[in-house]
């Protein structure tokens, strides 16, 4: 029996087919015209939305309220929950950094994080940055950080107020708390300072959201007269920049997903012209941190598929003169790595399982920061200070909520700093992770995280809500989430599928998810569903997939592929339209995703391949599940069209009564919700649905 029911009639869009032939070959898409013309300009000003899409947005919302209008109380219980596992008043542990030491706080009720220092050794707490109060009468506000300069004079901060991602800076005189006349426009959201703390450098987005421009922007001048340091020609790579802990160095980081390029502006001349490490090479990738008389490489030049350390006279940090440190181990990817005065550190991962290497820098002498529980989530933050033996990391598991930890590196020994606080309470025992091994159809193994209730039956009654993405190299982590618990105390299991085209089980784990080889994930993800079910832990007719961003190509695959396998599916700004995002070059992300899935302009195979699963030209006469779409108009990744056309073609092909829902955030983009509390109403939203098609009372 439908969960749904007295449903209004839902929206169905105009069919106005748009032909397209490319390769010889001849699309034609019905709802092109979802898509506004304007689409750059009403990012910035969504007034400028053309009236005929504002209102076919407008009915969906409606009639998505309509149909989950019996969930209003259900929502406001898990709002109510979520809220409860939150400390409102919690602060970050500051982080020393010279004199003063750096953090974050909330205040009770509070949505946005305040920025404070204090004495290094304790003392009295300086306010630097309200963020309630900056997103005081604003819709959507997100802040993208504060960052001090090296004489903690000011302070660069930056804002977007209308979910686009295009940020303004400006700075704050770290004294007087108050802020200069500088106001820098259309930034990717931080700046690098120089040392005199005089000048900063910034990033500026293109008229295509592109970060492609690198600006030297000096105190109290018009950003008109900001002086062009690096503009990057190819529309496939993206560039940022950064300082070092040492102040020896400005770096410009140019890369797309399997190419890298680095160029270096020396502290002591800012004018120079940017110094190439190494040419960029297709498939050539590293990352720089600075040791000194050295820089400290991750590459995995020369075949290291998982990565290596290599280190570099500061003077000639060609790829002439680099030198093996750490070298390449099949199966260990090294993910990141930091260096410091006495020691190099990284983080890696084999098996599936994070831990922190250590080395002296002295001694050559390793050591690793590991944990023995089956499944769980290392984080490493390092420290400000480039002269110091401690660093600090995060450890967390599924049932164990996040640890913050100071580690010294030469006594080893590690000092708990703060215990995520659940005011709700949290019995740990009460709590089961596991980690299981599905089979895929090419009879790779596929490993599953879960997170159940003790006395959760393992019978096949028991809803599920499996989570998957699998791009980009991403590793989805076996971590601490207090939202979840609103489901999993209801009785759900929580299961996380580790597919390919992540890297959970190192590079070829990403490599075999990617390009010709994307359709591994979707069947991956399959695998891992099937198994739940073969293995107890869920029904076919309980299940419920979940996905966003990348992953929601993820939720409109197996929609496709296996739509009698989920009682539901929730897509969040999900990718769909992948093979028109693809053939179109003006858009913020096509060039350089085309590394990641091919570039169907160019190469007819990559056409094809694309055309084989993109899911909203896959969509067929099929009786899909009650699928939850949610879009934010003003995201630049996944821009809202492509959800919007997937809800309308889905609807008008699919031959079942199940629900297709499209949720438009009218005032925000890729992330949703700014807000902490927002967000987790949103989070209540999708759940409340997970619930309601899992057919529990609610």
Known sequence: MSPFKSLPDAPIAARRPVSDTRHGITRTDDYAWLRADNWQAMFKDTSLLDPEIRSYLEAENSYMTAAMADTDGLQKALFAEMRGRIKEDDSSVPMKDGPFAYGTAYVTGGEQPRYFR??????????????????????????????????????IWGYDDKGSEYFTLRVRDLETLTDLDDEIHNTGGGGAWAPDGQSFFYTVLDDNHRPSRIYHHRL??????????????????FVSVGGSLLDDVIFIDIHDHETSEYRLIPATDLAAEPKV???????????MA?????????????????????????????????????????????????????HLVWLERENGLPQIKIRDRRSGEEHAIAFAEEAYSLGLQGALEYDTDVIRFSYSSMTTPSQLFDYDMTTRERRLLKTQDVPSGHRIDDYVTRRVMATAPDGETVPVSLLYRKDTPLDGSAPCLLYGYGAYGYAIPASFNTNCLSLVDRGFVYAIAHIRGGNDKGFAWYEDGKMAKKTNSFTDFIAAADHLVAEGFTAH????????SAGGMLMGAIANLAPEKFAGIIAAVPFVDVLTTMLDDTLP?????????????????????????????????????????????????VTYWEPTKWAAKLRANTTGTAPILLKTNMGAGHGGASGRFQRLEEVAFEYAFAVKVAGLAH
Not at 220 to 237: N, S
Not at 296 to 325: C, M, Q, S
């Open 118 to 155: 204090e004495p290094r050794d304790g003392g009295a707490r300086v306010m630097l940055l309200d963020g309630d109060k900056e997103a005081e009468g604003k819709d959507y506000f997100r802040l993208s950080g504060l960052d001090h300069s090296t004489d903690h004079a000011r302070g």
């Open 220 to 237: 109290g001048t018009p950003q008109a007269e900001d002086r062009l340091v690096y503009e990057e020609e190819d529309a496939g790579f």
């Open 277 to 287: 490490v190494a040419p960029r090479e297709v498939g050539l990738e590293y990352n």
């Open 290 to 342: 600075e040791g000194g008389d050295v820089f400290y490489i991750l590459t995995n030049a020369d075949g290291a598929k998982d990565f290596k350390i290599v280190e570099a006279p500061f003077a000639t940090p060609e790829r002439a003169h680099w030198r093996e440190v750490v070298p390449h181990t099949p199966g260990r990817l090294i993910l990141n790595h930091m260096a410091f005065a006495r």
């Open 541 to 548: 007719d309980r299940l419920i997939a979940q996905g966003g």
């Open 589 to 637: 992300l096509t060039p350089p995703e085309w590394p990641e899935w091919g570039n169907p302009i160019a190469d007819e195979a990559a056409y094809r391949h694309i055309a084989s699963y993109s899911p909203y030209d896959n969509v067929g006469a099929k009786p899909y599940p009650p699928i939850l779409i949610l879009s934010g108009l003003t995201d630049p990744r």
